[in-house]
């Protein structure tokens, strides 16, 4: 498996915005596709975005779209998250995954290697 670890997190006000990061180390992600979702208390783990190997394919949650970017840089076994116009419920414990099949999927099973996770908390 791909070792991720994720940061970037912190405190914010509505409107604000944040860069998180995923590093990968253990192995590269070369051919993987990653992914970034988050979870909030109480609730269920749920879908942020996914980029494909190359970066042709993204997919968002109609929640973040046009608030939030994927990429990655492939160079440097990274892959971020722009997010921007950040709303209170968008706090949430954020985590980066990957899929070694390249398949960019909105669904967690599919994704096998997951980061720990980094909290982004968002003030009205």
């Known amino acids: 498996q791909v070792q991720l670890v994720e940061s970037g997190g912190g405190l914010v006000q509505a409107g604000g915005s944040l860069r998180l990061s995923c590093a990968a180390s253990g192995r590269t992600f070369s051919g993987y596709a990653m992914g970034w979702f988050r979870q909030a208390p109480g609730k269920e783990r749920e879908f942020v975005a996914a980029?494909?190997?190359?970066?042709?394919?993204?997919k968002y949650a109609d929640s973040v779209k046009g608030r939030f970017t994927i990429s990655r840089d492939n160079a440097k076994n990274t892959v971020y998250l722009q997010m921007n116009s950040l709303k209170p419920e968008d706090t949430a414990v954020y985590h980066c995954?990957?899929?070694?099949?390249?398949?960019?999927?909105?669904?967690?099973?599919?994704?096998?290697?997951w980061g720990q996770g980094t909290q982004v908390t968002v003030s009205s």
């Open positions: 980029i494909s190997w190359r970066g042709w394919t993204t």
């Open positions: 995954a990957s899929n070694a099949d390249n398949f960019v999927s909105t669904t967690a099973s599919y994704f096998g290697s």
